[in-house]
């Protein structure tokens, strides 16, 4: 997906397992690579956003720019079977129709750790081997120990009789984490590094545990069920030291603490994520966190038949956030046409959907209000979208670059909050597909780099008919050095 990156601690992150289709017919980024890579070097997953993401060995910059249209592949017995990727790298493997090895992971975990275990696959080998004991000096035996590499849980292994482990590793220069559990005793987190290839060994003392009682209240005290609370040692920190689920009274006994501050994060989808510092001591005081709601918006797409679409690209945005710095919210449905996302917060909000070359329009109008946080919806993508095509040149009449794109932003809330982009082929031609009616601002950009226009059209009218063609009649003409 692109380099390794640290979730944080309390955020939750719900991936879809199957590919967003695209518009038959869409234009291909001339830099996607196919099936003549080695699925063994490159790995993929699915992106919350639907859109499959790639890393490979000696791959161009894996993140595609914002102006870039989606890479897409296709069935080559489906020309309608066509799959987005979010990012340059393409590969036929990440697609069903594969047939061999496929290099798509099934969660963001495998794909980090796969990225890990490639990447270091050169690398020297070396022993991490250590012993668990108590506090008297006792060998613990079945003690857990999980070992991470930059946030990435790497190895997993079990003390043995004698209480020793023995884990095999790659030599890096960053430190390697290793969490060692047991019930009963204080779990103990430490540092190893291995940047020579000698076995390196380590010794492990596990004190008595401390419990920590508690309970999660919502802003009026009534208990909240199903939150997840987690305890961390600092707020930096992304692997924790113990985690439990409340209970029906909002009740909750977290295990394996020792005495010293931690810090509590509690979160459940619906609720906005908190935390609180306490000092766990033995006999100490209960603690309390308190939820607040916030906002969920869920619901089904359905195609014109009534059907549920599956991998339906949904978008939601507060209204007045246009030309703000606002994002919008971006999510995919289900195997079964469902969505559901939350934090947001009150106001007025715009949704939209898309599935291949049909979308929502006008877009739903939701309001979310305090105390009726919550909202449900029916989106029927029926409105098949339009297609501007134009040509450009430069003034100077040097030929166009690769880079170059035609992107439209809208100027209407109705339209659609994401940029319509296409590409320029090197005869300065371009089309611009699943449009929306309304007024757009046409610009030609290179990444974040904008080409003046300096003769013919700067604005796009498109109509409300569905899948209308709207021809510019005279030819975009900018200026050769583009403005950063």
């Not at 996302?341 to 070359?357: I, K, N, S, V």
């Not at 809330?413 to 296409?422: I, Q, S, T, Y």
């Amino acid at each position: 997906m692109r380099p390794f990156f640290v979730l944080a601690p309390f955020a939750l992150a719900a991936l879809s397992l199957s590919a967003c289709r695209r518009t038959p017919g869409a234009p291909i980024a001339p830099d996607v690579a196919t099936a003549t890579l080695d699925p063994r070097d490159v790995r993929c997953v699915e992106r919350p956003e639907g859109c499959i993401f790639c890393e490979g060995r000696g791959a161009p910059p894996a993140m595609l720019d914002p102006e870039e249209p989606p890479s897409s592949l296709c069935d080559p017995k489906d020309s309608a079977n066509c799959f987005d990727f979010c990012s340059r790298l393409a590969p036929e493997c990440a697609t069903p129709w594969f047939h061999g090895l496929s290099c798509l992971l099934g969660s963001e975990e495998d794909f980090r750790r796969e990225i890990f275990r490639r990447d270091t696959a050169d690398r020297p080998e070396v022993l991490l081997q250590g012993r668990v004991t108590d506090d008297a000096g006792r060998r613990i035996e079945g003690a857990k120990v999980r070992v991470w590499f930059q946030g990435t849980a790497v190895a997993d292994e079990v003390s043995g009789k004698d209480g020793g482990f023995r884990v095999r590793l790659r030599s890096a220069t960053a430190p390697y984490a290793i969490r060692i559990s047991r019930p009963g005793y204080a779990t103990e987190i430490g540092e190893a590094r291995l940047d020579k290839p000698v076995p390196a060994s380590r010794s492990f003392h596990l004190g008595p545990e401390i419990t920590l009682r508690g309970r999660v209240v919502d802003v009026g005290g009534v208990p909240v069920p199903r939150v997840e609370v987690r305890a961390l040692r600092s707020p930096e920190d992304v692997i924790e030291v113990s985690a439990v689920q409340t209970g029906d009274d909002g009740q909750f006994l977290i295990t394996g603490l020792e005495n010293r501050r931690y810090i509590l994060g509690a979160s459940r989808f619906g609720w906005l994520p908190a935390s609180v510092r306490t000092v766990v001591a033995p006999a100490g005081p209960r603690v309390t966190i308190r939820l607040a709601r916030t906002g969920v918006i869920r619901g089904t797409v359905l195609d014109t038949d009534g059907e549920p679409e599956a991998n339906a690209l949904v978008v939601a945005m507060l209204s007045g956030g246009f030309g703000a710095a606002i994002s919008p919210i971006i999510w995919t449905t289900d195997a079964y046409g469902k969505f559901a996302q939350d934090r947001f917060g009150p106001g007025t909000y715009y949704l939209w959907a898309r599935h291949g070359e049909r979308l929502v329009y006008p877009p739903e109008k939701i309001d979310l209000q305090e105390g009726h946080l919550e909202a449900e919806t029916k989106l029927i993508v029926s409105h098949r979208g339009a297609r501007v095509r134009g040509r450009m040149s430069v003034s100077s009449g040097l030929l166009t670059t690769a880079e170059m794109r035609a992107v439209l932003v809208g100027r209407s809330p109705l339209a659609f909050p994401r940029k319509a982009v296409g590409e320029i082929d090197k005869g300065g031609a371009f089309t611009i597909g699943g449009v929306l009616p309304g007024r757009y601002e046409l610009s030609i950009r290179a990444g974040p780099r904008v080409f003046p226009i300096i003769s013919g059209p700067r604005e796009v009218e498109v109509p409300i008919e569905e899948g209308a063609t709207v021809d510019l009649p005279e030819t975009v003409i900018v200026r050769p050095r583009p403005e950063e």
